[in-house]
C-alpha cells in the first residue's frame, strides 16, 4: 500500500488552488470524550480518489470491544443527558454551529480530497449542515406536544416527547457531513445519546466534524465515534441490544439488512436508500432553463448523489432541441481534481464506485442506447491516477432499459421520450425508488396534477431534482425509504417516543372512568 500522504506528495493533477490541510496518520475513536487510538490490527487506506497514489491517513477497522466500549459510553451518558432541558442542549448545537461556519473552507477542503466533490460543491455541503444544526438547536426551544381535551371531569390529558436512550447513527460517503448532521442534531437535542458510524472512505470530514462537537462542549459519552466495517461494526450496532434504534443511510442493499435484521428484536429502524429520479421536460417548459437543472442535477457531485437527475423524461415534440442543449452542457463540464480552481465535476469515489460507472456504460452499449457524449473513462495527462468518468448523456433510452431503472450513481444521465404528459408520468413512477421528481412546464394545471401523481417524497417544479432546504422535510417513498422523514421539525419524530398523559385532578379516587 502507497504510503504517504498528502504532506509529502502532490496529486497528479498539477497545480492546486487550495490549501490541503494535513492528515492524520491514522484516525482514533472517540469514546466517552476521549480520543483513542483503536486496538485494531487492520486498517483501511483512505485514498484521494483524483489520485490514487495519495493516501490520506489509515481507518481503524475497530474491533467487537470497541464497539462495546462506544455502546456502553453512550448508555451511561444517557441519564445526565435526557435530564439535561432541551434547549441546554439546543444551545451545545448552537456553539457546534458556530465552529462549523468558523472551519467552513477547511471541512470543506478536507471533503472533497476524500470524497472527490468539487471544493465549491464541499463549500456547498458544510453550509447545509450548518444550517441543520442551527434549526435543529431552535428545536429545544419548540419540542412541545399536544393538550388533548378529556372525556372525563378534571382531567388534564397531553403528550410529551420522550428520548429513546443509546441510538446508532449509521452513515455513506457521499454527503460526509450534512447526513451526519441531519441524524445527529435531532438525536442530540431530543435527548438521545448516539454511536456514530461513518463510511470508511471519508473518515476525516467525520473526524473533523466531532472535533468541532467536542470544542463546542458535548459531554463525554453523549456522541461516539467509531471507525470500521460496515459488515463488522455497522451490524454490531445493529444487533447490539443497548442500541434502541439505527438512522441508516445507505444503498438499498445494506438498508435492506439492517432492516429486516432491526424488525427480528423490534428495532425502532429508520432508512433512506437510493433513488433513480426523474425530471420530466413538457413542450411548454423553459426549455434552456430545464437544460440547466438536468445538467446541474446529472453531473453535480459526479452523480453521486441519491437526489441525482438520471432520467430525463422528454415529451417528443421538444426532445430534439433539448438533447441538443443537453450535449452543449455536457462538453463544458471540466473533470478533474476537486481542489483545483475552474474544475466542475469530480471523481468517482473510489475505484468499486468507478468500476460500477464502467459496467453500466458497457450495459447501455448493449442495451441499444444512443450515445450523446462522454461514454468512457478519462485517463490521460492530469486524469491519469484518479477514478475519472465522462460526464455522460444516453438518448433513444427505453424504459425497460436496465440504465433507466437501476441507481448507477455516477454522471450518467439517460433521456427516454414520451408523447405526452400522462406517459411522462407513467414512465417517471416505474422504477422501484421513489425520492426525487422534477417538472419544467408553465402550466399551472399539470404541475398539480403531476403533484397528486408523482410517487416521490420530494417534487420540484421548475427546479433541478437535487436541493433542499433545512426546514424542510427530506425523504422517499416505496424503495427510496422507511421511517419518518428527515430534516424539518419532523426530523425529531424518529428520535422521540411520543408519551400520553391522563391526569386526574378531582382530588377524588375514581376507579371506573365514566363507561
Ligand atoms: P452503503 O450501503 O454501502 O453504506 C452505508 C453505510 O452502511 C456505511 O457506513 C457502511 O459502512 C454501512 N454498512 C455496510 N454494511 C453494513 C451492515 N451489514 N450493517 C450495518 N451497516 C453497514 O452505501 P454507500 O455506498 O456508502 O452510499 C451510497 C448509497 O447511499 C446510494 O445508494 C445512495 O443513493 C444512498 N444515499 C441515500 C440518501 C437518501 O437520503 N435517500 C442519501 C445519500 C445516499
Redesign the pocket.
Known amino acids: 500500500m502507497s504510503t504517504p500522504t498528502a504532506s509529502s506528495k502532490e496529486p497528479a493533477a498539477g497545480k492546486t488552488d487550495r490549501p490541503r490541510p494535513t492528515p492524520p496518520a491514522r484516525y482514533r475513536n472517540y469514546i466517552g470524550g476521549q480520543w483513542v487510538e483503536s486496538l485494531a490490527t487492520k486498517n483501511a487506506p483512505n485514498v484521494s480518489p483524483a489520485d490514487t497514489r495519495v493516501t490520506l491517513g489509515q481507518v481503524p477497522l475497530s474491533t467487537p470491544a470497541e464497539v462495546d466500549a462506544a455502546v456502553a459510553a453512550a448508555a451511561s451518558a444517557f441519564p445526565a443527558w435526557r435530564e439535561t432541558p432541551a434547549p441546554v442542549r439546543g444551545n451545545l448545537l448552537v456553539r457546534w454551529a458556530s465552529l462549523l461556519t468558523q472551519h467552513t473552507d477547511e471541512l470543506a477542503a478536507i471533503l472533497a480530497w476524500e470524497e472527490g466533490k468539487t471544493f465549491g460543491e464541499a463549500r456547498g455541503e458544510v453550509l447545509k449542515a450548518t444550517n441543520i444544526v442551527e434549526f435543529m438547536a431552535g428545536e429545544g426551544r419548540r419540542m412541545g406536544g399536544h393538550t388533548i381535551p378529556s372525556e372525563m371531569p378534571r382531567t388534564f390529558v397531553y403528550t410529551v416527547k420522550a428520548p429513546l436512550g443509546p441510538v446508532a447513527v ?6 460526509p457531513i450534512a ?1 451526519p448532521c441531519w441524524k445527529i442534531a435531532p438525536a442530540l437535542v431530543a435527548g438521545n445519546t448516539i454511536v456514530f ?5 471519508t473518515p476525516w470530514t467525520a473526524m473533523r466534524a466531532v472535533e468541532l462537537l467536542h470544542e463546542a462542549g458535548l459531554p463525554p459519552g453523549v456522541l461516539n465515534l467509531i471507525f ?4 463488522a ?3 454490531q ?2 444487533h447490539h441490544k443497548a442500541i434502541r434504534a439505527v438512522s ?8 435492506t ?2 432492516y429486516t ?1 432491526g424488525a427480528k428484536r423490534l428495532l425502532k429502524v429508520q432508512c ?4 433513480k429520479n426523474p425530471l420530466v421536460v413538457l413542450e411548454d417548459a423553459d426549455l434552456e432553463l430545464a437544460a440547466d437543472a438536468t445538467a446541474q442535477g446529472a453531473f453535480g457531485s459526479t452523480g ?4 441525482a437527475t438520471s432520467r430525463a423524461i422528454v415529451v417528443n415534440h421538444v426532445a430534439d432541441r433539448f438533447v441538443e442543449l443537453l450535449a452543449a452542457r455536457a462538453k463544458k463540464v471540466v473533470v478533474g481534481d476537486p481542489l483545483k480552481d475552474g474544475v466542475t465535476m469530480g471523481p468517482s469515489v473510489d475505484d468499486g ?1 468507478f468500476q460500477t460507472v464502467l459496467k453500466y456504460l458497457d450495459v447501455a452499449k448493449q442495451e441499444g442506447a444512443r450515445l450523446v457524449a462522454g461514454g468512457c473513462r478519462l485517463a490521460e495527462g492530469d486524469h491519469a491516477n484518479g477514478h475519472f468518468v465522462a460526464p455522460t448523456i444516453y438518448d433513444g433510452v427505453s424504459p425497460g432499459m436496465r440504465i433507466a431503472k437501476e ?1 448507477i ?1 455516477g454522471p450518467v444521465l439517460s433521456v427516454i421520450r414520451v408523447k405526452d404528459f400522462e406517459e411522462a408520468v407513467h414512465v417517471a413512477n416505474d422504477v422501484e425508488f421513489g ?1 426525487s421528481s422534477s417538472l419544467y412546464t408553465n402550466d399551472v394545471n399539470r404541475m398539480y396534477r403531476f403533484v397528486d401523481l408523482i410517487e416521490t417524497g420530494i417534487v420540484h417544479v421548475n427546479s433541478p431534482t437535487v436541493g433542499g432546504e433545512a426546514q424542510a422535510p ?3 417513498m416505496k424503495g ?2 422507511v421511517g419518518t422523514r ?1 430534516q424539518g421539525s419532523v426530523a425529531v419524530d424518529f428520535f422521540t417516543e411520543l408519551k400520553t398523559v391522563y391526569a386526574d385532578y378531582t382530588g377524588t379516587k375514581r376507579t371506573t372512568n365514566i363507561y
Open positions: 449509521i452513515t455513506p460517503w457521499n454527503f447526513i458510524k461513518p463510511a470508511t472512505l470500521g466495517s460496515g459488515s461494526v455497522g451490524d450496532l445493529v441508516f443511510t445507505g444503498s438499498n442493499e445494506v438498508g439488512h439492517v435484521e433512506e436508500l437510493g433513488g453521486q448523489r441519491c437526489t464506485q441507481e450513481f425520492l427530506f425523504g422517499g427510496t425509504g428527515e
